[in-house]
T-cell receptor, first 111, second 116 residues
Framework: SQKIEQNSEALNIQEGKTATLTCNYTNYSPAYLQWYRQDPGRGPVFLLLIRENEKEKRKERLKVTFDTTLKQSLFHITASQPADSATYLCALDGDTDKLIFGTGTRLQVFP | DGGITQSPKYLFRKEGQNVTLSCEQNLNHDAMYWYRQDPGQGLRLIYYSQIVNDFQKGDIAEGYSVSREKKESFPLTVTSAQKNPTAFYLC???????????????FGQGTRLTVV
């Protein structure tokens, strides 16, 4: 079955630096990959989608890359701010048209 | 306001009881999903539905049941057969599946179920 791996350890960075989160997947070749933000006690909120034929996608301070050879996506937040502190989840389209999620990585940006 | 609504936000259940979690969307989405989230873990798929009157089991369907009689509604019943039901439950919807499943999922605010 498809497996998605995200670093379970929290990422702590200083304000203004670039945060980089990793999402690795196995046993599948997804047509696209999505990134979501989740705040405590809330539902995830969609951030970005990148398709298999796209290498990179940007939205304001966010950048996502997709390497189908390495089976990996990187999620970058440039000029990070304390308000960016949250858990970030990656998701991909599994077989039989279902959306499956990784375990998420908690990001803490300190002043 | 268009969106997806889950109710209640908090729910307490006695052991041995069935309980139903509500999920309603007015986004005209065909696909709907139920996920379970335990502390420090990701979202695990319970059931999903691609169209009215049809649904499929996810990875952890045992002890749960769903129905999809209307496009806008996808209630989840946690039955007494679910051995460890205490968790945070999230409902989501998206425009569609197959080739259309390349759009984002919209989530409700979640229901926190506690067995007492």
């Amino acid at each position: 079955s498809q497996k998605i791996e995200q670093n379970s350890e929290a990422l702590n960075i200083q304000e203004g630096k670039t945060a980089t989160l990793t999402c690795n997947y196995t046993n599948y070749s997804p047509a696209y990959l999505q990134w979501y933000r989740q705040d405590p006690g809330r539902g995830p909120v969609f951030l970005l989608l990148i398709r298999e034929n796209e290498k990179e996608k940007r939205k304001e301070r966010l950048k996502v890359t997709f390497d189908t050879t390495l089976k990996q996506s990187l999620f970058h937040i440039t000029a990070s701010q304390p308000a960016d502190s949250a858990t970030y989840l990656c998701a991909l389209d599994g077989d039989t048209d279902k959306l499956i999620f990784g375990t998420g990585t908690r990001l803490q940006v300190f002043p | 306001d268009g969106g997806i609504t889950q109710s209640p936000k908090y729910l307490f259940r006695k052991e041995g009881q069935n309980v139903t979690l509500s999920c309603e969307q007015n986004l005209n989405h065909d696909a709907m999903y139920w996920y379970r989230q335990d502390p420090g873990q990701g979202l695990r798929l319970i059931y999903y539905s691609q169209i009215v009157n049809d649904f499929q089991k996810g990875d952890i369907a045992e002890g749960y049941s769903v129905s999809r009689e209307k496009k806008e509604s996808f209630p989840l019943t946690v039955t007494s057969a679910q051995k460890n039901p205490t968790a945070f439950y999230l409902c989501a919807s998206s425009i569609g599946t197959g080739d259309l499943l390349n759009t984002e999922a919209f989530f409700g605010q979640g229901t926190r179920l506690t067995v007492v």
